[in-house]
């Protein structure tokens, strides 16, 4: 049963557009991550949110900004994209907590051409 | 710093064969140790978590799993697989110091032929 809500599924743009990713958390989760998978599998923390604070932010590119308007969404705004952001873009989500299962939504395959 | 490897990109097995999928960190403490599952265009999925205590974890769906410090290895077992696991298998390490953070191995493509 889905619980971590993303939107779209799939999205094809241009070098240099913008671009927006929401996700949704139903679990009444603390904490959300924004993570990036590329061709190869191979996946990343990017970004995590608890109550609206930014508490990790790995070193990814200033063209990436989360949003977040309450605990249940976070949002992945993308300026200017770049042929290496293709990619699927995973949004998870926690309680607030010591090494909390992480629960995944379905991803955002983002292509840019 | 700290790392995930898991040694073996792709594994075939046949159905009802037992299975091993290796996993080895490196970490200077006891990290969180963690297997997830994707199916295709799927999340992914929790199997199982180790700390502490037993060094043999029991997960979803049959899977187990075995810590072991003194070989830095976290390695994922199944008694008998079933051609539903196919699947991309994922092992992950949360540090100490920063427990809300997933450092992901690069993933084992597993394929059960049936």
């Known amino acids: 049963e889905t619980a971590v809500f993303q939107t779209p599924n799939y999205h094809v743009t241009q070098v240099g557009n913008e671009v927006s990713f929401n996700c949704k958390q139903t679990?009444?989760?603390?904490?959300m991550y924004w993570y990036k998978q590329d061709s190869k599998k191979l996946l990343k923390i990017m970004f995590s949110?608890?109550?609206?604070?930014?508490?990790v932010n790995e070193t990814v590119p200033r063209r990436f900004s989360p949003q977040s308007s309450d605990k249940a969404h976070l949002n992945l705004r993308i300026k200017s994209v770049e042929p290496e952001d293709s990619a699927v873009y995973l949004c998870?989500?926690?309680?607030?907590?010591?090494?909390?299962?992480?629960?995944f939504g379905p991803g955002t395959r983002l292509t840019v051409l | 710093a700290q790392s995930v490897t898991q040694p073996d990109a792709r594994v075939t097995v046949s159905e009802g064969a037992s299975l091993q999928l290796r996993c080895k960190y490196s970490?200077?403490?006891?990290?969180?140790l963690f297997w997830y599952v994707q199916y295709p265009r799927q999340g992914l999925q929790l199997l199982l978590k180790?700390?502490?205590?037993?060094?043999v974890v029991q997960g979803v769906n049959s899977f187990e799993a075995e810590f072991s410090k003194s070989n830095s290895s976290f390695h994922l077992q199944k008694a008998s697989v079933h051609w539903s696991d196919s699947a991309v298998y994922f092992c992950?390490?949360?540090?100490?110091?920063?427990?809300?953070?997933?450092?992901f191995g690069s993933g084992t493509k597993l394929t059960v032929e049936p």
């Open positions: 180790y700390y502490s205590g037993d060094p």
């Open positions: 998870a989500s926690s309680r607030l907590g010591g090494w909390a299962e992480q629960f």
């Open positions: 992950a390490l949360s540090p100490m110091s920063n427990y809300n953070v997933l450092y």
């Open positions: 949110y608890n109550n609206k604070q930014l508490i």
């Open positions: 679990l009444g989760h603390d904490t």
């Open positions: 970490y200077s403490a006891t990290p969180y």
